[in-house]
């Protein structure tokens, strides 16, 4: 199996992809705006106590107030909290780590009232982003994420990903973090790390420390809560960082800046693959030319058809996911089990590829069709989870119910991915109406002269549905040649899958949208 990743930067947002023999498993769409993601670290400041839910919230600067829970606080919170009082007591020089002292364990059964006070100022990082109504869920159990380790400050202890399971090799990998790990501090070694030379995890061990101590210099500079104290890598970044391995074909990136960007850091992190970073200089846009648009088109829905004519229903609800299978109008020959059977089976694949595409989180609840035999439930069973084994969210499977039910429970860290597929028309803004659509061309040259001769641009992008390209572009004397010898060569026009059938979206030189709508279309 072989894996590419495909990033598609915009001015508002920054689309990423993740294909697994060219069938689109992942897909991420990250708003440049958006800065609560989850690892950034906040100095806040405790909002309101709860007694009743044995919780607290915190004021981090969101729109709403992020939530605490006692059992989250961690068990070296009373360190991390004397630890920051003490750096926020002298604004002008940071307390040395080295000399933080470790309390013991914190108390599991404790109350939130004895731990906190309303408008102490703690230390949290973000454990989940909003939800729906909800603000962000926080931690107080601090960590920094690398490729090959997680530093942990306010602890000595040395762990091992349960995966390494060589002893030899897990006691090295002990041996060897215990001896070059800073002082308070402890250390997750990740599976990715299992036969990597000591200078390589010494370089990224002191890389994640130097990036905490940036983060105590900003507590410490701070002058009133809340306040931001570090980032996480960006999301192209943070998805390398996690999934980067030997299956990875190639990394295409549209935006120069953000190739740049990504290859430093496999060339930090894996120099042996910077071959493997492409940037793209197509004219069309990347996800047309990798074929993701349309599958991203055909994934999210409803409806999600998978083969011979099943399909999935997958609703959504506040408190959990609901899927249904149904066989839809397959003619095959065989058993009625038998053909239960094989639309189950391609149920799973299809089901556990939507988990990863859409980040379902929470309960999913999948109602598969009845079968009568046992052995065929216990099988349907097997395939789901060998097929959720790729899934890095922690999850749970349980096998069928008499009722013939799946329940699933999946670690959820960020709203569910929701890409509408219904276009409404660009015309008539849903009200059902439109011009003739024969005249659509003419509009096109109205806008164009518009810009070549009153504003005088002579250089922009065209983005046209495919049809509407394609009937541009007919012809030996094509309606395209012609408005390339009257206003000018510098009109690139560009197919583009995203668009839907009469809409249009005309870019400048830097790629920045000019907004040309009529009048009429704003009221």
């Known amino acids: 199996m072989t894996s590419e990743l495909t990033v598609n930067v915009q001015t508002d947002c920054i689309q990423i992809a993740i294909t697994e023999d060219s069938n689109l498993v992942e897909y991420q769409k990250e708003n440049r705006e958006m800065t609560f993601a989850v690892g950034n670290m906040y100095l806040g400041r405790v909002k309101k106590l709860m007694p009743g839910l044995n919780a607290c919230f915190v004021d981090i600067g969101s729109e709403k107030e992020a939530f605490l829970h006692y059992q989250d606080l961690g068990p070296q919170f009373g360190s991390i909290q004397k630890y920051v009082k003490q750096v926020r007591s002298n604004r002008k020089k940071t307390y040395p780590f080295g000399k933080a002292q470790l309390s013991g364990q914190d108390d599991k059964n404790g109350n939130i009232s004895t731990a906190l006070e309303q408008g102490q100022e703690i230390l949290v990082q973000i454990a989940k982003e909003p939800i729906s109504t909800k603000g962000p869920r926080l931690t107080g159990d601090i960590s920094l994420a690398g490729r090959f380790l997680i530093l942990i400050p306010f602890t000595d202890k040395v762990s091992i990903s349960s995966k390494i399971k060589s002893p030899e090799e897990r006691a090295r990998l002990k041996q060897l973090l215990q001896s070059i790990k800073p002082k308070n501090c402890g250390v997750i070694v990740r599976t990715v790390a299992e036969g990597k030379r000591v200078a390589e995890l010494d370089n990224e061990l002191t890389t994640l420390y130097h990036r905490w101590e940036d983060a105590l210099n900003t507590i410490c500079r701070c002058e009133k809560p809340p306040k931001l104290v570090f980032e ?4 192209t970044l943070a998805i390398l960082r996690d999934l980067l391995n030997p ?9 120069e800046k953000t190739f740049n960007e990504i290859r430093d850091y496999i060339s930090v992190i894996a120099p042996e693959h910077i071959a493997m970073v492409k940037l793209y200089r197509g004219e ?3 996800f047309d030319h990798f074929a993701i648009t349309k599958q991203i088109k055909s994934s999210f829905g409803r409806v999600v058809s998978y083969k011979s004519g099943a399909y999935l229903i997958i609703e959504h609800t506040e408190a959990l996911h609901v899927v249904d299978v149904n066989s839809g109008h397959r003619l095959k020959a065989g058993t009625q089990e038998e053909n239960a059977l094989e639309v189950n089976l391609g149920a799973a694949d299809e089901l556990a590829r939507q988990l990863r595409l859409r980040d379902m989180g929470g309960i999913i ?3 598969f069709i009845d079968m009568a035999l046992a052995e065929d439930r216990q099988k349907l069973y097997e395939r789901m989870c060998q097929n959720m084994e790729r899934d890095r969210a922690k999850h749970n499977i349980l096998p069928l119910s008499k009722f013939g039910l799946m329940q699933i429970t999946r670690q959820r860290v960020r709203p569910v991915m929701d890409v509408p597929v219904d276009e409404t028309c660009p015309t008539c803004f849903g009200k059902g ?3 003739p659509s024969i005249l659509f061309t003419d509009t096109l040259e109205s806008k164009i002269a518009y810009l070549t001769e009153k504003l005088g641009v002579r250089r922009f992008t065209l983005h046209i549905h495919p049809y509407v390209y394609s009937y541009i ?3 030996v004397f094509s309606l395209k040649r012609k408005w390339h010898l009257k206003y000018g060569m510098g009109i690139r026009i560009i197919p583009d899958q995203s668009l839907a059938f009469l809409a249009y979206s005309i870019k ?4 920045q949208e000019i907004y040309m709508k009529e009048e009429h279309e704003l009221v």
């Open 232 to 235: 996480e890598t960006s999301r």
């Open 247 to 255: 299956s990875y074909e190639s990394i295409h990136v549209d935006d």
């Open 284 to 286: 069309l846009p990347i």
């Open 365 to 367: 609840v999948v109602d």
């Open 433 to 435: 109406t439109i011009g």
């Open 473 to 475: 572009n007919s012809g």
């Open 508 to 511: 400048d030189a830097d790629g």
